[in-house]
């Protein structure tokens, strides 16, 4: 069966009940959608403030294939896994973003019998959270415009807009635009261009707002443009925007609750990439997540040199986080693809490529401990195609490297196929739970910063800029001298170069463009080709999907 329909066949049980049952949450406080999502009340989760923290589980992978490494559907099966085996454990997750459901990845709420449900609620448009984000977003966008038309008091430059539009779509078209045609009464004529909605500064700011409050004063620090003199910048707050903003926002900053097939609670909330953004979802969510159990397994976007690295370096950095240990997502088809194999030949045996595309697991494990100083268990994520031979290879492998990896079937068996997985990791961090370390220390340059992560995280040999992208984060260290860096470029390489498999190393990595999200907290260094905002590949997901006379949403996967 495909996902969809395996998840259709799902016994639900009432959120409201689930909740109550599984982590003692009073109905009162939560506000259903529907029968089986609901969100959690601020005042609640302000409640649990004095509760002691579970231990948190970050799952993360190695770099992206077309074949498919199941990171979601590895973090659903873990969490099912840990609940077999007798403990409390919570799932956090990221929403998915509509682009990708339309596009080429598709949704993101696991696979096969690891999935969260409803399955096309979460995939499609949920409890509305990422259209409050864009309607936040853009209200900023047309106050500016319409500030200029007034009479600009604020003295903005129109050449120096700093803040887009977004849209949560693909749709290369809108990459660069021009506004204002048509004469006075539309605006000011000036070029514009639109970013994804999860690449929204909004985005971010949600994830990383700790409350009300916080949030609204972040909105307030956004850097929208720059005066006319060149160097003042102009604030949100100065257009009044904030207030009006965390109106739009108050309900999306609730975490999200739904269940697994196997009826445990998973808290969706947030949904920035990690290859243009920081890759992770609420600290909100996280936060009461430990707070209401024992066990939390949450997953960062993409590859650990991605999203782990941003997990680690700006989330834990600013939420005082402390992942115990992390769980490395891999497939045999996946390393076989960096080791050469042409995706169409995938499901053969062969242990010459597994050998040469393994180089890209030993980096991320070597990552993992000697970068984020944390202890690392490889999951592989079993396909059926996958041989004797080639699984023992690997497992082999991963012992030599000094690590344990264990063969987990939950595509396939559910939360049961997860058990062993889930008691190597319990064990773990039961025994010996780590203490993360940072890949660059708080107060250095920026530009050192980007080299650390370049250099020991990439494999790079060096890191190059044009004098205005280096004289820019002079200027904005000076300002900000504690602020991380969140590295925009491509998941499927180490590299900048996307077909460079496997694990590249010596090569240049070349920063094109510096961003300052002064709400987030951080600066965005944009290196090789990334887009903020995707295009549809040539046969884009949306062309198989369809409504049956019966109303259901059939071809999303």
């Known amino acids: 069966m495909s996902d969809i329909e395996i998840a259709r066949q799902a016994k639900m049980i009432p959120i409201i009940d689930l909740a109550r049952v599984k982590l003692g949450i009073p109905p009162q406080e939560l506000d259903p959608y529907g029968h089986f999502k609901a969100k959690l009340s601020l005042d609640y989760i302000h409640s649990l403030e004095n509760r002691p923290d579970g231990k948190l589980i970050l799952v993360t992978a190695i770099s992206p294939t077309p074949a498919g490494e199941g990171k979601t559907t590895t973090t659903v099966g873990l969490g099912d896994g840990l609940n ?31 999935q969260v449900v409803p399955m096309e609620d979460i995939n499609l448009h949920f409890t509305g959270d990422f259209h409050a984000i864009g309607v936040a977003h853009n209200l900023l966008s047309a106050l500016i415009d319409n500030h200029i038309s007034h009479g600009n008091a604020l003295g903005i430059d129109p050449r120096r807009i700093q803040w887009k539009r977004v849209v949560d779509m693909n749709d290369r078209a809108l990459r660069k635009i021009v506004v204002g045609l048509g004469g006075t009464p539309n605006g000011y004529l000036r070029e514009d261009g639109f970013d994804i909605v999860v690449a929204s500064e909004v985005m971010a700011i949600l994830c990383l707002a700790t409350d009300l409050d916080d949030l609204k004063q972040r909105l307030g620090r956004i850097i929208v443009a720059y005066k006319t003199d060149g ?46 953004a920081h890759g992770c979802n609420t600290v909100m969510a996280t936060r009461t997540a430990l707070k209401l159990a024992d066990y939390v397994v949450t997953e960062a976007g993409f590859g650990a040199d991605l999203g782990a690295e941003k997990f680690i370096d700006i989330k834990c950095r600013m939420a005082g986080l402390e992942p115990a240990v992390v769980v490395l997502v891999a497939t045999v088809r996946a390393l076989k693809f960096h080791g050469g194999v042409s995706r169409e030949a995938l499901n ?210």
């Open 348 to 557: 053969q045996e062969d242990l010459s490529a597994l050998e040469k595309g393994f180089a890209n697991l030993e980096k991320h494990v070597l990552n993992i401990r000697e970068h984020y100083r944390l202890p690392c268990v490889v999951g592989i994520n079993h396909f059926h195609f996958d041989t004797d031979a080639e699984v023992e290879w690997l497992r082999q492998q991963c012992e030599n490297l000094g690590v344990k990896a264990v063969i987990a079937r939950h595509w396939a068996e559910g939360g049961e196929g997860a058990e062993e997985l889930a008691r190597v990791v319990a064990e773990q961090v039961d025994a010996q739970p780590g203490r993360h370390a940072f890949v660059y220390e708080k107060d250095a340059p920026l530009w050192n910063k980007i080299e650390a992560i370049a250099t020991k995280v990439y494999g790079a040999a060096t890191i190059s800029a044009d004098a205005k992208v280096r004289q820019q984060l002079e200027q904005w260290g000076e300002l900000h001298p504690d602020y991380p860096v969140c590295m925009a470029k491509t998941q499927m390489s180490f590299s900048t170069d996307a077909g460079a498999r496997g694990a590249p190393s010596g090569h240049n990595l070349h920063i094109r463009e510096v961003r300052l999200a002064n709400g987030a907290g951080f600066v965005v260094a944009i290196a090789g080709d990334i887009m903020t905002m995707p295009g549809l590949p040539k046969v884009p997901a949306a062309e198989a999907i369809d409504v049956d006379e019966h109303g259901q949403i059939i071809g999303l996967f």
């Open 231 to 276: 160097k003042t910048p102009v604030y949100a707050c100065d257009l009044k925007a904030h207030g009006a903003m965390a109106a739009l926002l108050k309900d999306a900053i609730k975490p999200n609750l739904v269940q697994t097939l196997e009826n445990n609670i998973a808290i969706i909330h947030g949904g920035p990439f990690a290859n243009i």
């Open 84 to 114: 077999r085996i007798g403990k409390k454990a919570v799932m956090c997750l990221r929403e998915p973003s509509l682009g990708p459901c339309f596009g080429v990845k598709g949704g993101a709420a696991g696979g096969g019998h690891a």
